[in-house]
């Protein structure tokens, strides 16, 4: 099975990632969330963008 930050890198939609690994879709919000705020991105930046970036 995957885990939640290899699934994340996959670019899907947060219903997806709720789908794949079994969790609630406010779980996958909260991980998005605190994963924002330690990269320090502004609200307007796209987590999946930020990533893909590299």
Do not use: A, P, W
């Not at 219903?15 to 994963?35: A, K």
């Amino acid at each position: 099975m995957k885990t939640s930050k290899e699934i994340e890198k996959m670019n899907n939609s947060n219903n997806e990632i709720t789908q794949i690994s079994g969790t609630y879709l406010r779980t996958v919000q909260s991980h998005h969330y605190r994963l924002s705020k330690k990269l320090n991105l502004e609200k307007h930046q796209d987590l999946n963008s930020f990533i893909f970036s590299f």
